[in-house]
């Protein structure tokens, strides 16, 4: 059974920093695009930033800047850098990825890491 399990949110004051990490297992053959997703209370979960497998990096506009994302295809682990928080960042953040495993593409994601900023 292939799973990602995230870790590193909490809270922090506005300004501060997290760093967020996902770790992929299982019986995975490859890897394709990770990334990270964010869901405020009574908003729709919205894309953060991705990472494909070759570096090719992209970001949301609100956080461009401030966030950075980074993958290790050798350790199946990608991870966000959060700077310059700030309230409007808080959110659960889910890592997701596209997996082939068992000759099949899955579309996996974490459980979810709670980021709390106080202004």
């Known amino acids: 059974q292939v799973q990602l399990v995230e870790s590193g949110g909490g809270l922090v004051q506005g300004g501060g920093s997290l760093r967020l990490s996902c770790a992929a297992s299982g019986s995975i053959f490859s890897i394709g695009t990770m990334g990270w997703y964010r869901q405020a209370p009574g908003k729709q979960r919205e894309l953060v930033a991705t990472a494909t497998s070759g570096g090719i990096t992209n970001y949301a506009d609100s956080v461009k800047g401030r966030f950075t994302i980074s993958r290790d295809n050798a350790k199946n682990t990608v991870n966000l850098q959060l700077n310059s928080l700030k309230p409007e960042d808080t959110a659960v953040y889910y890592c997701?990825?596209?997996?082939?495993?068992?000759?099949?593409?899955?579309?996996?994601w974490g459980q979810g890491t709670l980021v709390t900023v106080s202004s």
């Open positions: 997701k990825a596209r997996v082939l495993a068992d000759g099949r593409y899955l579309e996996i």
